[in-house]
């Protein structure tokens, strides 16, 4: 029954007064959402999910199908927050201790512009045609495939980012965003304690990162340890680790798929990690590695041939054009990247960390079991069974204990750290340090420190919060009010916008979104190079850019590019400007500071200031080429730059231009510079 405005008498009895479908003849945690399009209310049953919460006398009751009631202790907000990475609010939810579900009313997503699609098993909520989230049938209900955010208030305050953790979603986090079979499986074989797996579940992060494609028919094969070895090296094509890695190389044995990662500078570093793989490996098994297999990548060509011929070890090489030959290797590089991306997405940690990703994955991976035998590639190498008791989830908090010496004798005695991996041949753990109050712990440092003088809360991801809080995610708003229907709303989290009236009815309804290019841009802000004179003279690395302006000026003066004169009648000087370049080193340290002074030579008229330009440039494909035949025979190239190269023609044009910041003509300082030499005219 409804009044002419289509809203539930029974739902206007009183304002804490509400209808539910049967939802109380099902038990399950209160933890999970689902869906009910028979509600008239929000209704949740955890206090602690509420970011917003005023406590009622429990006077009024919630009215079920079945004629069962329940006290409601209280009204407020709740956020839930869907793997899609949207946000929905709910706003007016019923907090009633005696339920035994979370709902979402059905009947309120319709009246806020939502359109709920079910289909088989599964349904699809939208708004205005953008996808908000999706959920599952279960149990002969749809459960909504989000996340609560506990703790918002305390959240936003300390630049965090905190997830609902159900114990397969935190072992699924741990082993590195691996697939729930092959965590079955280490169940089965008592590796790790027995849990629930929601079989309907999909993580966000691994469908963002992950490829899917049908994989080839693997070739069975029979082989001892050390039988036949693959290698590969792979290309990220990303930014450099922080120690200046650009690559990673594999050597997986064909035997037991135990695998090891070397992290490179440059590809001319794969010979020597292949000798230091050797001699470990020959020593520690006994035995001698009778075959390589590779590709036909150049560096492995000579360097390799000549050492494979020299220790009596076969080394194939793949077909021309065919990665598929090499399969083993190939598919472990995949595995790897797509783990090591997981880990970067799920908690916000900076891409220069690549390394210690790729690290970790593998260290996970050598710890999963086969899919054709139940024993993991450590098991067959070690000979003996893997730890997992100190496994933690990537990329979360961890307060590590100071050492004694190091330790305040007032004030905390841990540092705010992100865990990001294991230590090699150790039973230590590795930890970035993200916020220290200590003088003797530096933040942004890497340390190893033993597990268990650490505290870890792996549902805790500070970087992730700081990532999320400058994209600004969507936030989908919902609830009972007598206002107008609140349309799609995208905001900072972390702050609260104020409303803005609508002025004209016929202004387009889509939310104007502030620009935000993301956290590499900003810090890329930062660290930039200064704009102007001012700028670089005043900023904290003034000395270095005074003493490169100085450099240029004294170039240009032993040159004898200009001659201060008096500006003809009729003429205008042309303008100029500074261009500030820091030179850096390949390990990513700076190498010096470089200005170059330039004219504004787009003020010049073509057939007035000048007749013909010349560019002096190399073809890059020439320097390609040049680059490519002496890398092929092994040459040494010798690298030549001509200090201000312009300014070695003649120009025939007068070309007068404003005297620059940073040089000085005392008594002079009326003139202007009269150009000899340095215009692209004169570049012949």
């Known amino acids: 029954m409804v009044d002419e405005d289509g809203m539930p008498l029974v739902a206007m009895i009183s304002d804490k007064s509400a209808m539910m479908d049967e939802v109380n003849t099902v038990t399950n945690t209160p933890k999970g959402w689902w869906v009910d399009t028979g509600a008239t209310r929000h209704v949740c049953a955890d206090k602690s999910l509420f970011t917003t919460f005023k406590a009622l006398s429990g006077e009024e009751k919630l009215y079920m199908g079945n004629a069962a009631t329940a006290d409601i ?47 088989s098993d599964q349904f699809v909520l939208t708004k205005r045609g953008t996808y908000v989230g999706k959920g599952y049938a279960q149990n002969g209900m749809f459960k909504l495939n989000v996340m609560a955010v506990k703790n918002m208030n305390k959240i936003a305050t300390t630049s965090t980012y905190m997830l609902e953790f159900s114990e397969s979603n935190k072992w699924h986090g741990r082993l590195g965003h691996v697939n729930f079979n092959s965590i079955r499986r280490l169940i089965n074989l008592n590796c790790i304690p027995t849990f629930h797996i929601d079989s309907h579940y999909k993580c966000e992060t691994c469908v963002e990162s992950k490829l899917t494609r049908t994989s080839s028919k693997s070739v069975e094969r029979i082989t001892e340890p050390l039988d036949l070895i693959h290698t590969d090296i ?35 570093e794969a010979i020597s990690k292949f000798i230091l793989y050797k001699n470990e490996v020959e020593n520690q098994l006994q035995k001698k590695i009778k075959a390589l297999r590779s590709d036909r990548g150049g560096e492995y060509v000579a360097p390799f041939a000549e050492l494979c011929a020299k220790s009596g070890i076969v080394h194939e090489c793949t077909p021309p054009y065919s990665p598929q030959s090499n399969g083993v290797a190939e598919r472990k590089n995949r595995t790897l990247k797509e783990m090591m991306n997981a880990m970067l997405i799920s908690s916000g940690v900076s891409h220069e960390l690549w390394g210690e990703a790729i690290l970790s994955a593998n ?31 990537w990329g979360c908090l961890a307060k590590v204990t100071v050492p004694p010496p190091k330790a305040l004798r007032i004030g905390p005695k841990t540092v705010d750290c992100i865990f990001i991996g294991y230590a090699h041949q150790s039973s230590a ?36 919060r700081q990532t999320h809080a400058t994209s600004s995610t969507p936030n989908f708003e919902v609830g009972e009010s007598s206002s107008t229907p609140v349309d799609e709303v995208v905001h900072d989290k972390t702050h609260e916008q104020p409303e803005v009236e609508e002025t004209d009815r016929r202004r387009s309804k889509r939310p104007r979104v502030e620009k935000s290019f993301g956290p590499d841009f900003v810090s890329y802000m930062v660290e930039g190079e200064p704009n102007t ?17 100085r450099n240029e000026i004294d170039s240009i003066l032993q040159n004898h590019t200009w001659e201060l004169v008096d500006l003809p009648p009729g003429c205008k000087p042309l303008g100029y400007r500074w261009i500030f370049k820091r030179k850096m080193k390949t390990d990513g340290s700076i190498d010096k500071y470089k200005a170059r002074l330039v004219i504004k030579g787009f003020r010049q008229k073509e057939g007035l200031d000048y007749f013909d330009t010349y560019s ?9 080429l040049v680059l490519a035949i002496a890398a092929l025979r092994n040459l040494e190239v010798h690298q030549m730059d001509v200090k201000t190269a312009f300014l070695n023609g003649d120009l025939e044009e007068e070309i007068y231009m404003e005297q620059p910041e940073g040089f000085s003509a005392p008594g002079q300082e009326g003139k202007v510079c009269k150009l000899k030499f340095g215009s692209s005219p004169n570049g012949r």
């Open 73 to 119: 202790m209280g009204e407020g907000t709740v956020i839930l927050k869907w793997t899609s990475g949207k946000e929905l609010t709910l706003s007016n939810v019923l907090y009633v201790p005696d339920l035994r579900k979370n709902l979402v009313s059905g009947w309120l997503l319709n009246k806020f512009g939502f359109r709920l699609v079910f289909e």
């Open 234 to 268: 792979c290309d990220l094509k990303a930014v450099p680790t922080t120690g200046g890695n650009k690559y990673f190389i594999t050597f997986i044995d064909d035997s037991t798929k135990y695998c090891y990662v070397y992290l490179l500078k440059s590809k001319d």
């Open 363 to 393: 260290y996970l991976l050598n710890r999963i079991p086969l899919k054709k035998r139940d024993e993991t590639p450590y098991e067959l190498w070690k000979r003996k069974k893997p730890s997992y008791k100190y496994l933690k989830v």
């Open 429 to 464: 753990h590795r930890f970035l340090v993200h916020e220290s109050k200590n003088p003797d712990v530096h933040v942004n440092t890497i340390m190893e420190v033993n597990s268990n003088v650490v505290s870890y809360f792996e549902n805790v991801f500070p970087l992730r």
């Open 533 to 549: 004179y001012r700028e670089a003279v005043s900023s904290s690395e003034g000395p270095q850019w005074k003493e490169a302006i």
């Open 616 to 624: 002096p440039v190399t073809r890059i494909t020439s320097i390609r």
